[in-house]
T-cell receptor, first 114, second 115 residues
Framework: GDSVTQMEGPVTLSEEAFLTINCTYTATGYPSLFWYVQYPGEGLQLLLKATKADDKGSNKGFEATYRKETTSFHLEKGSVQVSDSAVYFCALSISSGSARQLTFGSGTQLTVLP | EPEVTQTPSHQVTQMGQEVILRCVPISNHLYFYWYRQILGQKVEFLVSFYNNEISEKSEIFDDQFSVERPDGSNFTLKIRSTKLEDSAMYFC?????????????FGEGSRLTVL
């Protein structure tokens, strides 16, 4: 079945450090790929997405490129801020029937220290 | 900005009791979902709902679970006879379309603790 494997956390970085959170996937067909973020006390929010191979999603300084050859969608940010502290979830989506469902990774807790 | 709201934020119940978790999706959305996350584990799909019926459900969504949209605004998840292993964070989500590229909007979650 479809699955997402995500870098285990927690990850602790100093402000302005470079961030990479690894994500690889297994899927039949051609999934769309997403990064969702959950800030403390809030629901999951879409951070960025890519819908086909070689697409790059970007938002708020975060980037991820859909790499079909390595089945990966790693999240990167060049300079993290304290406000980036959150849990990050990699997910994929394949249309199924009349609706669709997301398959999530296990989440990576990021803490950025001032 | 429109948002998905969930109540209660936290519920504690005794094993065997019925629980109803409530969600108000974004008003113009047509697709509704429940996910859950057991502590320390992945967020898992439970069920999707469209046009007043279940579209898809996972193996987790057995006969003790049910969903309904009783009044055109609320979307509820009922657990008939709770078990210890039902303790989890339950997330409601909605989307405008069923497209695999579209965004799901999630609520803040309802934490269920079964004693």
């Amino acid at each position: 079945g479809d699955s997402v494997t995500q870098m285990e956390g927690p990850v602790t970085l100093s402000e302005e450090a470079f961030l990479t959170i690894n994500c690889t996937y297994t899927a039949t067909g051609y999934p769309s790929l997403f990064w969702y973020v959950q800030y403390p006390g809030e629901g999951l929010q879409l951070l960025l997405k890519a819908t086909k191979a070689d697409d790059k999603g970007s938002n708020k300084g975060f980037e991820a490129t859909y790499r079909k050859e390595t089945t990966s969608f790693h999240l990167e940010k060049g300079s993290v801020q304290v406000s980036d502290s959150a849990v990050y979830f990699c997910a994929l989506s394949i249309s199924s029937g009349s609706a669709r469902q997301l398959t999530f990774g296990s989440g990576t807790q990021l803490t950025v220290l001032p | 900005e429109p948002e998905v709201t969930q109540t209660p934020s936290h519920q504690v119940t005794q094993m065997g009791q019925e629980v109803i978790l409530r969600c108000v999706p974004i008003s113009n959305h047509l697709y509704f979902y429940w996910y859950r996350q057991i502590l320390g584990q992945k967020v898992e799909f439970l069920v999707s709902f469209y046009n007043n019926e279940i579209s898809e459900k996972s193996e987790i969504f057995d006969d003790q679970f049910s969903v309904e949209r009783p009044d055109g605004s609320n979307f509820t998840l009922k657990i008939r006879s709770t078990k210890l292993e039902d303790s989890a964070m339950y997330f409601c989500a909605s989307s405008e379309t069923g497209s695999p590229t579209g965004e799901l909007f999630f609520g803040e979650g309802s934490r269920l603790t079964v004693l």
